[in-house]
C-alpha cells in the first residue's frame, strides 16, 4: 500500500507548505519548480510504458506493434482534441479520474465495483480542483479554438460543483465506511483512505496553486506511480533501484523533454505567448490516454 512512502510525501508536502509561509514564493518562482518537476518526475513516471508492456507480457509483446498502437492513440485523441475540444475535455477528465483514483487508493482493485468507487473518488477529487482553481483553468480552456466554452457560464458551473465535491467525497466515503470489508483487504486501509484524502484537501485548500500542483502531480501522483513500477519490476527500494528505474525511463524522457521544448518555443515566440499553458495541458492529455492503458495493468498484491 506503500504507506511509508505517502507519508514521506506527506510530510515532505508539509515542508513546502512552511517554506512558501516564510518565504512567500511568487508565482514565477513556483512555476519554475513546477517545472523542474515536471522534468524530473512527471514526465518519466509516463515514459515506462513499453518496458511495462514487456514485462508483463514477456516475449508476446511485439515491440513495432506496440510502438504503432500507442502512437496510433496519441494522433487518434490529437484529432480529438482539434475537432471536438469539449468531448476531448470530458475524455480527459474521466482517464483521469480513474488514472488519478487507482493511485490514490488504498483498497482492492479486482471488481468492477472495486474500480467504479476509486474512479467516483478521482473525478470528484479533480472536479474539486478544477472548480477551486476556474479562473486557472479559464486560461486554457477558453483559449482552445472551436470550442464553445462560455467565461462566464463556467464560472457559475465552478461554483456550483465546489461544495458538491466536498460533500461529494463525504458521502462516498460514509457509503464505504459500511461496505469497508468488500472494498479493503483490512479496515485500517479505510481509515487511513480518509485521513489520507482529508490531508490531500487542506493541501489543495492552503497551498498555492503552482506548488499544490507540483506536489500532487509531480511528486505524489508521479513517485507512488514510480514505486508501483519499481515493485512490478521487482528492483530494491533502494538508491540504486531507483536509478535503475530513472535509466529506463531516460530515452523517451528525453524525446518528451524535446518535444515540449519545441512546443514552449514555438509558443514564446508566437505573437500569444500565454497560450502556452493551453498547448502543455493538450499535449499532456493526449500521452495520457495510451500511458492510462498501460499502467492499469499492473496490479499490486494487497497488504
Wanted: hydrophobic content about 55%.
Amino acid at each position: 500500500m506503500q504507506i511509508k512512502l505517502r507519508l514521506y510525501l506527506i510530510l515532505f508536502a508539509f515542508l513546502l507548505f512552511v517554506v512558501d509561509s516564510i518565504f512567500s514564493l511568487n508565482s514565477s518562482t513556483q512555476i519554475s519548480f513546477l517545472i523542474i518537476v515536471l522534468i524530473l518526475f512527471g514526465v518519466p513516471h509516463g515514459a515506462l510504458d513499453l518496458y511495462i508492456d514487456q514485462h508483463l507480457h514477456k516475449s508476446d509483446s511485439n515491440q513495432k506493434i506496440f510502438l504503432l498502437k500507442y502512437i496510433g492513440n496519441i494522433i487518434a485523441y490529437a484529432l480529438v482534441w482539434y475537432f471536438f475540444p469539449i468531448a476531448a475535455l470530458i475524455i480527459f477528465i474521466l482517464i483521469t479520474a480513474f488514472h488519478f483514483g487507482e493511485i490514490d487508493w488504498l483498497g482492492k482493485t479486482d471488481q468492477l465495483l472495486h474500480k467504479v468507487a476509486y474512479s467516483m473518488i478521482g473525478l470528484l477529487w479533480i472536479l474539486l480542483l478544477l472548480s477551486k482553481n476556474i479562473n486557472f483553468a479559464l486560461q486554457i480552456f477558453i483559449r482552445m479554438e472551436r470550442s464553445a466554452f462560455n467565461e462566464n457560464q463556467l464560472i457559475t458551473l465552478a461554483h456550483k460543483i465546489y461544495p458538491l465535491t466536498l460533500v461529494g467525497l463525504f458521502l462516498v466515503y460514509f457509503i464505504l465506511f459500511f461496505f469497508k470489508n468488500h472494498f479493503f483487504s483490512n479496515n485500517k486501509w479505510y481509515y487511513y483512505s480518509v485521513i489520507q484524502q482529508i490531508i490531500l484537501i487542506v493541501f489543495a485548500f492552503f497551498m498555492p496553486l503552482w506548488l499544490c500542483f507540483a506536489f500532487y502531480f509531480g511528486f505524489w501522483h508521479s513517485l507512488l506511480s514510480f514505486d508501483k513500477i519499481r515493485i512490478t519490476f521487482s528492483l530494491p527500494n533502494d538508491l540504486n533501484g531507483w536509478k535503475s528505474l530513472l535509466f529506463k525511463a531516460a530515452p523517451f524522457s528525453i524525446m518528451a523533454w524535446f518535444g515540449f521544448a519545441y512546443i514552449t518555443f514555438l509558443t514564446l515566440n508566437s505573437k500569444d505567448a500565454s497560450g502556452i499553458f493551453t498547448l502543455l495541458f493538450i499535449s499532456l492529455s493526449v500521452l495520457a490516454l495510451p500511458h492510462l492503458q498501460i499502467f492499469t495493468k499492473i496490479k499490486l498484491k494487497p497488504e
